[in-house]
């Protein structure tokens, strides 16, 4: 009987002969014969017999004995075995079999774990990456696609007949369309849209799939199966994934991946359609926020420019407007103000104050009148905040331009006249929403063709910038700046002051700046059929 060294490690003890080794134990001669084995390894390896060469397994019985001996493994039927080598002093080796089926099972979970982890972790990584829904659904069936199916289909919730879809092919090849089809006709699919309350997958017969959930060329459909997608208190869709005939259903892993899955992609898009719906709404306010586009009213030209304190806000304190002549009103009207503030806060009460000037226009050919009733206004409300502003009464007579110019607590207006002479308009008054009482004068100005006023904030003035970084821009800057608009279209003037003290201020800081010009045409001016539009000039 052979006396055999250590036992592999989950031994331990030292093993006296093979009938009492822990392991199943097959002993091999230099040439390939089995010299001995034990009960254990006659059980595993039936085929095996003492005296005759190994066959089987084929990984065990292909060891090079000419070469040191190395631990080997390889399966036996369902089981999975290590091969660890002892070299006995006869030149025989002891063939120690551990069986790691169950090791070896962990490992391969552990594995498809850390993958699931992955691909989860690269998902909503690539979800998160943007807000824009059509893209979040493109990832989505992509992602789907590559991992989870041959092919993936993401439906999103909708109110019209035809539902969104974007598909994912089996080449990977990504497709908006839409489907005429109910989704009450798809078993799952009208519950999955819905949302809630939440419903688990829902496997659909194959066969039983409208045309439109398989994606042309796919081929015969093996498996199908219907996941929603969650979203934040709002159903974000559904995701349907296919197999083809030959490939195995989906596991319970599988589909609980999907889920997991699915719920990334559900917040994603949720989240992607939450912000473009909040958007959208902002973007309709600040519409109704922003100054407008000014152009040519009556034979006048009327130019505008504004930039916010801060380059990543769109609307500020500062405002101006253009009010066409009416019945009640024959005169233009013209508005330059600055509420007290900056930012959103400030672009509120900034839009009520356009519309209760806009409700005061009756009352537009009497400046003193209509600042009372708006300073009353602003007193009886919850702000605190208070405005400047300056009017403009704007008629053509005999080819000038005549102008009734009220500031209220406003810098005053540039008059430019055709020599490039810089005059200040002369009228002042009190800020509006502070005082029970308010007082303001009155100018009368008269432009001839070619001359522009000039209404303007104080964030152009006190704008610092320059060599030193923190000068103020001043009011002898600004009129320097102005002599050189002498003659100019009334755009050219507003676009000229604004590249002047953009040059000043450089990177510093400002606060919100708003300009108009008011300029009288040169020429003779033929109006336009609508009297806004720019119409034709004659020398």
Request: hydrophobic fraction near 40%; include cysteine.
């Amino acid at each position: 009987m052979t006396s055999f060294p250590d036992a592999p490690s989950t031994g331990g003890a030292s093993t006296p002969s093979a009938a009492t080794a822990p392991h199943p134990l097959i002993v091999l001669a230099p040439d390939g014969h089995v010299v001995e084995l034990n009960a254990a390894a006659s059980d595993l390896l039936p085929a095996a017999r003492s005296g005759r060469n190994l066959s089987a397994p084929a990984w065990l019985a292909a060891v090079d004995e000419r070469l040191p001996p190395e631990p080997v493994s390889g399966a036996v039927d369902d089981r999975f075995f290590s091969a660890h080598p002892s070299v006995l002093p006869d030149g025989n080796t002891a063939w120690w079999l551990v069986d790691e089926t169950a090791h070896r099972s962990a490992l391969e979970e552990l594995e498809a774990e850390r993958g699931r982890t992955r691909f989860l972790t690269e998902a909503s990584s690539a979800l998160l990456a943007s807000l824009n829904v059509s893209r979040c659904m493109e990832v989505t069936a992509r992602l789907a696609t590559e991992h989870l199916a041959d092919a993936a289909l993401v439906v999103a919730p909708t109110v019209a007949r035809k539902l969104p879809l974007v598909v994912c092919d089996h080449l990977g090849e990504v497709t908006h369309t839409t489907a005429a089809g109910a989704p009450e006709t798809v078993p799952g699919l009208a519950e999955a849209l819905r949302g809630f309350p939440p419903v688990p997958s829902r496997w659909i017969d194959p066969a039983a799939a409208p045309h439109w959930l398989v994606p042309k060329g796919f081929g015969e459909v093996g498996s199908l199966v219907i996941t929603p997608l969650p979203g934040h208190g709002v159903p974000a869709g559904a995701l349907v994934l296919l197999r083809r005939s030959h490939k195995a259903a989906f596991t319970g892993a599988e589909e609980a991946l999907a889920g997991l899955f699915a719920a990334r992609a559900g917040a994603a898009m949720s989240a992607a359609r939450l912000y473009a719906e909040q958007n959208s709404i902002s973007d309709t306010l600040m519409r109704e926020l922003l100054p407008p586009t000014l152009r040519q009213v009556e034979g006048v030209e009327f130019a505008g420019g504004y930039r916010p304190s801060k380059d990543s806000e769109r609307v500020g304190g500062d405002f101006y407007d253009v009010h066409p002549p009416t019945e009640d009103s024959p005169e233009t009207l013209a508005v330059l103000g600055d509420v007290a503030g900056k930012g959103l806060e400030a672009a509120v009460l900034t839009g009520k104050i356009r519309n209760t000037l806009h409700a005061l226009l009756p009352m537009a050919d009497d400046h003193d009148k209509m600042l009372r009733m708006l300073n009353n206004a602003m007193r009886n409300s919850h702000h605190t905040r208070f405005t400047t502003l300056v009017l403009a009464s704007v008629r053509r007579e005999n080819g000038d331009v005549v102008l009734r110019l009220t500031s209220a607590g406003h810098p005053t207006p540039l008059i430019v006249r055709g020599d490039g002479t810089v005059e200040e308009a002369d009228t002042r008054g009190t800020l509006i929403g502070v005082m029970p009482t308010i007082t303001s004068r009155t100018a009368d100005i008269r432009l001839a063709p070619g001359e522009t006023c000039l209404m303007f904030t104080d964030g152009v003035t006190e704008a610092r910038g320059g060599p030193l970084g923190d000068t103020m821009f001043g009011e002898q800057r600004l009129q320097r700046a102005a002599q050189d608009c002498a003659g100019m279209p009334a755009e050219a003037v507003v676009e000229h002051i604004q590249m002047v003290a953009s040059q000043w201020i450089g990177n510093g800081r400002h606060d919100d700046i708003a300009l108009m010009a008011i300029t009288a045409p040169r020429g003779a001016h033929l109006s336009a059929v609508d009297g806004t539009t720019r119409g034709r000039y004659t020398a």
